[in-house]
């Protein structure tokens, strides 16, 4: 079995090494971007801001044409990340709880959502009732639209929640310490 190597000798100098704790893994956001640009959604939800380096990337796989929301909960990294993404077209940070924003949002419907706010089962549970509920076919998805959770695998215990709703999980354990990735796609509607 391969042992798992450190961050900073898989990237040596390179600027994934400074991310804060909490970030997602380079690789992780590496696989969300993929699937960006493999269906080019129009519009696509982040939350879980922190330092808006996955914004960031996210921003630059969907490009200039969509529109990115990312939400952040605490003041002062909505600050930051506001700073660094200020003068990216078509990206907003807004500083919001995202269930609160879920409730509320009545704009166009999610191509893309990547989850990694508030890791507490009964809240992922909640945003991604509200995202689609799989018993009703109700939610803010387009069709066939993609909604990806981090930190499914360990202590958070969110993997259940996504195989519940007929998602599936990615593990990825051999490159780092890593959360995984959950991966649910909205039910596309016959034409």
Known sequence: MN???????????HPY????????????????????????????LETGTLEAMTTLRMHCASGEDSTLISLECMKDRWEEASTKCLDLKGVTILNVEAVAFLLNYKGPKFDFVFLDDDHGVDHVAMELDLLHNFATGE???????????????????LGAIVVARHGFLLNLPILHKSGGLGILQTPVRPA
């Open 17 to 44: 090494a400074d991310w804060l704790s909490g970030s997602c893994e380079p690789w992780t956001v590496g696989i969300i971007c993929a699937l960006i640009q493999a269906t080019s959604p129009r519009f696509l």
């Open 139 to 157: 939610g803010l998805m387009a069709p066939g639209g993609i909604i990806c959770i981090h930190d499914v695998h360990g202590t958070f215990g």
């Open 3 to 13: 042992k798992p190597r450190l961050l900073e000798e898989l990237f040596p100098n």
